[in-house]
């Protein structure tokens, strides 16, 4: 399940920025940050994707979502202009930031080669 984060549980999860000045990620498992906004048609079309790959990689990474339109700090800090806007944040070691609506292999990729986390193997799904 995606979890929607408040500046609050942000603080505790990911990053503690009224703390820190140097980037301190707070979580134990990689996380992909979806900031969004209900209106947001390209947002509304990644939901479901993101939805699903995290029940496929459920235990390996969080799949977190931020309202930028009830967030508004959290989208100042991370200078977001345009949505849907995505953070992916390996632990230890500096996130990095994609915008736009991705398909879904894109994801799949960028938790494999920035995160380093693959997919749970569904044994129901593997032919031999």
Known sequence: MTE???KETFLSKVFDYEK????????TKPCLI????DWCGPCKMVAPVLEDLSK????????????T??????AAVF?????PSFLFVPVGAQPQMAMGALP????VKAFKDVLGVEKNSDSSKNVN
């Open 4 to 6: 929607h984060l408040t």
């Open 20 to 27: 820190n000045k140097e980037w301190k990620f707070e979580g």
């Open 34 to 37: 979806d900031f969004y906004a």
């Open 56 to 67: 496929e990689f459920e235990g390996k990474m969080d799949i977190y979502k931020v309202n």
């Open 69 to 74: 339109e009830q967030e508004q700090e959290l």
């Open 79 to 83: 200078g977001i202009r345009s949505i």
């Open 104 to 107: 879904r292999e894109t994801f």
